[in-house]
């Protein structure tokens, strides 16, 4: 599948807020298309290190056949430097990305963006993303 025709949601809690609040269901009714993907498999993001041009959407995409979730969040880190974001960038905070979904967030502020699964944090399950300046 090229990535150019993975289409994805649009952040969750945008499209919830679009539909009034309304559980979502089939989907959501905006769809964008990805700049680069990570796949989700069983206990890795891959690839593990992604380079991705100022503003790109990323998409990651759950293979495996368990919930897995993205977060920065540094409190609940595996270890000090499993969790990292640019200054003034928005954390990555996915939720749960359930077998088969995607999720996905366009990366606008350059700098390291390091993450992991809050529920396989223990397996060093940790991802990086990389946005050039320009
Ligand atoms: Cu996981």
Known sequence: MSINLVTVCIEASACAALLGGAALVGGCALQRSADYTVTITDLQFAP???HVGRGGR???HNTSTVVHALTTDASGAPAP???ALPIGATPLRSGDVAPGQIWSRPMTVPGRYTYYC???REAGMIGTI???NE
């Open 58 to 60: 990323v998409a990651w």
């Open 48 to 50: 593990a290190e992604l």
């Open 130 to 132: 990389i946005v050039a």
């Open 118 to 120: 809050p529920y396989h």
């Open 81 to 83: 430097h499993a969790a």
